[in-house]
């Protein structure tokens, strides 16, 4: 587009070279034809002297025919047919001379007229040829700007899509097949009770209602993955413990702790929940990947920021490796971006890893 625009101008500025070239080409042939125009005049105008005068003669003759010899009549009158034939000649060049002046003045007010135009429009062409450099640069950046959105965007469609695909398959794993158990044991109940007795069917009762209790608390814990609701109702602080608590409860490897500096309060819900995923994700990838003996996690309420550390002594791993696999760093680092705050991860092999966020309030 715009080599078109800059050719389209070079073409035009060409064009005008060319009309100024003929130009005064043809300005030197006016002024050649003006001077040849007055010559002729001036010429014509002594052969038309010089004819009249042989006329003149000629009429004397006729009139006083017998006081001139024949051959003196016959000088004269070849004299002035003579003349009377150049004056003919020089009046018909006089005229082309006049006519090819006319035209070439008409042919350089024409030139004059196209010469200006096409000044105007390499001015223009000028203008159009900055302001599409300076406005295509801008696009060529919107563009760019656009491909790192839409590049962005995929990565958070991607992300959700990998978020549904461990849910459905938790789900499938966790409530779904205890739940077909607990259906598959309820039916062979009534069996076991009339082959073996009421305490053999008490005890597969008991088992029953283990099964039901465990889908129980794995729904539970798929709902607080989802969405901690004590987040809207208790905030982040209470939250975070209960949740800790609950993961510390559920196994016994991971020595889970949780330390509050300073005063609590409330801030704003998506924020809460924004710090709450944040803390999660570290820890599940520490109980996850890291096989620690303990994970400890402190927060810091201070005035205009908050501050977590999350930390465990297992087993590291290079935070600048770039085939980690997961989506929880990035989606750590997007979200941090997001709130404008920052997040620092420190680890290494056999060292333990520390995650330290902040984040202004
Ligand atoms: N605390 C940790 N200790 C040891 N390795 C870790 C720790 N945290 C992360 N990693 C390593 O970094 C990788 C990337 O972590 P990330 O959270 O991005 O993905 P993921 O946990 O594998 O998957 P996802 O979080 O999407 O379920 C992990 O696969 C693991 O190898
Ligand atoms: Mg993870």
Not at 42 to 56: D, G, L, S
Not at 230 to 251: N, R, S, V, W
Not at 273 to 282: D, K, N, P, Y
């Amino acid at each position: 587009m715009k080599e078109t625009i800059q050719s389209s101008k070079e073409q035009i500025f060409e064009i005008s070279e060319q009309t100024r070239r003929e130009y005064e080409t043809l300005e030197g042939e006016l002024e050649d034809t003006r001077r040849k125009v007055s010559e002729i005049i001036q010429q014509t105008n002594e052969k038309r002297h010089q004819a009249q005068v042989a006329r003149n003669r000629l009429a004397v003759i006729n009139r006083d025919f017998n006081t001139f010899s024949n051959e003196e009549a016959k000088r004269v009158y070849d004299d002035a047919n003579e003349y009377r034939l150049q004056l003919a000649v020089m009046e018909k060049e006089e005229k082309q001379l006049r006519e090819r002046r006319d035209q070439i003045e008409r042919r350089l007010l024409q030139l004059d007229d196209t010469l200006n135009r096409a000044e105007l429009l390499v001015g223009q062409v000028s203008i159009v040829h900055n302001f599409l450099d300076g406005d295509l640069r801008e696009v060529g950046e919107m563009v760019e700007d656009a491909k790192e959105k839409q590049a962005f965007g995929l990565k958070i469609i991607q992300a959700q899509e990998e978020e549904r695909r461990r849910l459905a398959r938790e789900i499938h794993d966790g409530p779904a097949q205890l739940l077909a158990n607990v259906l598959l044991r309820s039916e062979i109940l009534g069996r076991v009770y009339t082959e073996h007795g009421i305490d053999a069917a008490l005890n597969e009762l008991q088992d029953v209602r283990k099964s039901i209790k465990g889908s129980l608390s794995e729904v539970r814990r798929i709902i607080y993955d989802l969405r901690p609701m004590a987040l809207d109702d208790l905030g982040l602080i209470p939250t975070l413990k209960k949740y800790l608590d609950g993961l510390a409860d559920e196994q016994e490897e991971t020595e889970i702790r949780f330390i509050l500096h300073g005063n609590e309060y409330r801030l704003e819900v998506n924020l809460e929940v924004a710090l709450f995923r944040l803390v999660q994700e570290s820890v599940q990838n520490a109980l996850k990947h890291a096989n620690a003996e303990q994970i400890s996690v402190k927060a810091e309420m201070r005035t205009t920021q908050v501050h977590l550390i999350i930390q465990d002594d297992g087993r590291g791993f290079d935070p600048a490796g770039s085939t980690n696999p997961g989506f929880g760093i990035i989606g750590m680092k997007e979200r941090v971006n997001e709130l404008k705050g920052d997040v620092k991860i420190e680890s290494a092999k056999g060292k333990g890893t520390k995650i330290t966020i902040t984040i202004p309030t």
